[in-house]
């Protein structure tokens, strides 16, 4: 073989570097499609998991004589007796869609005591056989008797707001007075009625699109009426 035949065996220094520039650009076009796809995927399945929780509540009231939705003592976390009365903890697949495949994601705002209103409060949404044991799930429940509170006095929802109820299958029973008169209680048909939602922390980024305390994203929320939708804004201003 000649030398000039030998010299064009493989690549030159500047082919090289030639490849590599076009592989890091063609990431750097790419990489940002599929983080959207990736979340987008995580939305889809937060969706399917309130769905499927929302079917078990459905059946829940429809086997009760009342028509009464489980009501808990606050509307987060522990909520054991929501699971016992759900038999979640005899079915996995309905455990499994307690947990929104970014609860990782919101556990580092959940145990942050800085995060929100009351300082010192933590909390814990991820999947692990603690939490599952003491009830703590990641997703917000609206059948509630109270607020959540800390030693403080303080509330975790602005009690302005979210103010306590027992949701029924087909109506709402209120359980409590208005704040005030600028803050009337929410008068929506039960298509716009909050049963159970996405978990989400007041000034934290949110994995579905929360940013700066907006809800660009979306929160999945399911409705008294048994669908699923996005509802966008800030979570007070969605919330009936």
Not at 94 to 100: I, Q, T, V, W
Not at 115 to 144: A, C, K, L, M
Not at 162 to 172: A, K, M, T, W
Request: include cysteine; charged fraction near 20%.
């Amino acid at each position: 073989m000649r030398e000039s035949e030998r010299s064009r065996i493989g690549f030159t220094l500047i082919e090289l570097l030639v490849v590599i520039a076009i592989i890091s650009l063609l990431m750097a076009i790419l990489m940002p499609v599929l983080q959207v796809a990736r979340f987008r995927a995580y939305e889809t399945t937060c969706a399917s998991n309130l769905r499927q929780v929302n079917f078990a509540l459905i059946m829940y009231a429809q086997d009760d004589d009342q028509g009464c939705y489980p009501l808990e003592p606050t509307e987060h976390n522990p909520h054991q007796g929501l699971l016992d009365k759900l038999h979640a903890y005899q079915n996995d697949l309905l455990m499994n869609a307690f947990y929104c495949p970014q609860a990782g994601y919101m556990e580092a705002f959940a145990q942050n005591p800085d995060s929100y209103v009351p300082t010192g409060g933590v909390d814990s949404v991820i999947d692990t056989p603690e939490n599952r044991q003491i009830g703590n799930i990641t997703y917000v429940y609206w059948s509630f008797s109270a607020n959540k509170t800390e030693a403080s006095g303080l509330t975790w929802r602005d009690p302005k707001f979210f103010y306590p109820r027992q949701l029924l299958i087909d109506d709402i029973q209120w359980l409590a007075e208005p704040y005030d008169d600028q803050h009337p209680l929410p008068q929506k048909p039960l298509s716009e009625r909050w049963v159970i939602s996405d978990f989400w922390r007041k000034k934290a980024p949110f994995p579905h699109g929360r940013k700066g305390g907006r809800q660009e994203g979306g929160v999945n929320v399911t409705l008294l009426d048994g669908h699923v939708e996005r509802a966008f804004k800030r979570p007070r201003d969605n919330w009936r």
